[in-house]
T-cell receptor, first 114, second 112 residues
Framework: DAGVIQSPRHEVTEMGQEVTLRCKPI?????LFWYRQTMMRGLELLIY????????DSGMPEDRFSAKMPNASFSTLKIQPSEPRDSAVYFC????????????FGQGTRLTVV | AQSVTQLDSQVPVFEEAPVELRCNYS??????LFWYVQYPNQGLQLLLK??????LVKGINGFEAEFNKSQTSFHLRKPSVHISDTAEYFC??????????FGSGTQLTVLP
């Protein structure tokens, strides 16, 4: 397996624009996680899915953020409208449906909102 | 609820010296513990994990960690570091829920 695949790797957009980040989890993994990493707040869990169903979205900062998982091999994180304070590295991770397994991370998407 | 505290935000150390990165956790239930490493502009990569059994866990790149339940700690150690170990290291805990809770990270800088 190629691992967790995220696209794009880098995104620069203007304030107010819509941004869509994409993630392909490892085949067979039941859980998918979206994290955000910033210098100020470190790694924050935004939302996670189990079998394509959102389980906990309490980490989503505002209504401007939304995430979907239409099937087992694809998820999106959308920000509309984007703001400069959304600039961060966004990571997608996936894992099996057992408590004692680690999460596997993608390479991340570095988002810059100007 | 669970939380992780990494006591040192930055640790500079000379090449071939030993290093210890400290991690303490709190949780009301039994937990699984993990250390991840992040190289610049990369994702997080698993170094090692503690699930049960022996409290000394060995990982990749010569790292090891010791689980201490009474002190709720999971410190990461390496007897001799290399320049290539320069990276950020994250301690993480997983309890009854499936998500990982991460510490704030420790930047290890190995000096020549």
């Amino acid at each position: 397996d190629a691992g967790v695949i995220q696209s794009p790797r880098h995104e620069v957009t203007e304030m107010g624009q819509e941004v869509t980040l994409r993630c392909k989890p490892i085949s067979g993994h039941d859980y998918l996680f979206w994290y955000r990493q910033t210098m100020m707040r470190g790694l924050e869990l935004l939302i996670y899915f189990n079998n394509n169903v959102p389980i906990d979205d309490s980490g989503m900062p505002e209504d401007r953020f939304s995430a979907k998982m239409p099937n087992a091999s694809f998820s999106t994180l959308k920000i509309q409208p984007s703001e400069p304070r959304d600039s961060a590295v966004y990571f997608c991770a996936s894992s099996f449906n057992t408590g004692n397994t680690e999460a596997f991370f993608g390479q991340g998407t570095r988002l810059t909102v100007v | 609820a669970q939380s992780v505290t990494q006591l040192d935000s930055q640790v500079p150390v000379f090449e071939e010296a030993p290093v210890e990165l400290r991690c303490n956790y709190s949780s009301s239930v039994s937990v699984y513990l993990f250390w991840y490493v992040q190289y610049p502009n990369q994702g997080l990569q698993l170094l090692l994990k503690y699930l049960s059994g022996s409290t000394l866990v060995k990982g990749i790149n010569g790292f090891e960690a010791e689980f201490n339940k009474s002190q709720t700690s999971f410190h990461l150690r390496k007897p001799s570091v290399h320049i290539s170990d320069t990276a950020e290291y994250f301690c993480a805990v997983k309890g009854s829920a499936r998500q990982l809770t991460f510490g704030s990270g420790t930047q290890l800088t190995v000096l020549p």
